[in-house]
């Protein structure tokens, strides 16, 4: 345990919402920015499915949010890692989520405005103890293909 927490309910709670979200992702209307709003995305955006989240741990004080391999392959020095994930399923204390990559854009691509970050969704799966997680850290809405 970490930091002798027993208790997972603020961050499960959060991570269930955003579960659940994402599962049901619609239109919408409202604008508050919070991780646990109501629907995904921006005020008329119907283009959103994935909530990209940061996970911060307990024993790092919250100064580095995790990071987890791209790929299921074994660890070598070539291998890539990522810090956003999309949640796939909470189960009380225990979270599944996907690693995402963020997708390479053209410079031109990159220089438009309001341009929101894109992700892909990689077969790297891992599953973590909530009551190690002391700061979920949500990142703008977007389209995640292939999930």
Excluded: W, Y
């Excluded at 741990?57 to 291998?79: E, R």
């Excluded at 890692?81 to 990159?110: I, M, N, P």
Aim: some cysteine; aromatic content about 6%.
């Amino acid at each position: 345990m970490c930091n002798n927490n027993t208790d997972c309910k603020c961050i499960s709670d959060i991570l269930k919402v955003i579960c659940i979200l994402q599962k049901n992702a619609v239109c919408h209307d409202d604008c508050e920015d919070v991780c646990d709003r109501k629907t995904l995305g921006r005020p008329n955006k119907c283009e959103f499915n994935t909530r990209p989240i940061q996970l911060f741990t307990c024993g790092f004080n919250g100064n580095d949010p995790l990071i987890m391999p791209t790929t299921k392959g074994p660890i070598t020095p070539s291998t890539c890692f990522s810090s956003t994930f999309r949640v796939e399923k909470v189960d009380d204390c225990c979270a599944t989520c996907r690693v995402l990559v963020e997708e390479v854009k053209s410079d031109l691509e990159s220089h438009s405005h309001n341009r929101c970050p894109e992700f892909i969704a990689t077969d790297s799966f891992f599953t973590i103890d909530l009551k190690c997680v002391c700061i979920v850290k949500c990142l703008e809405d977007t389209f995640v293909d292939c999930i």
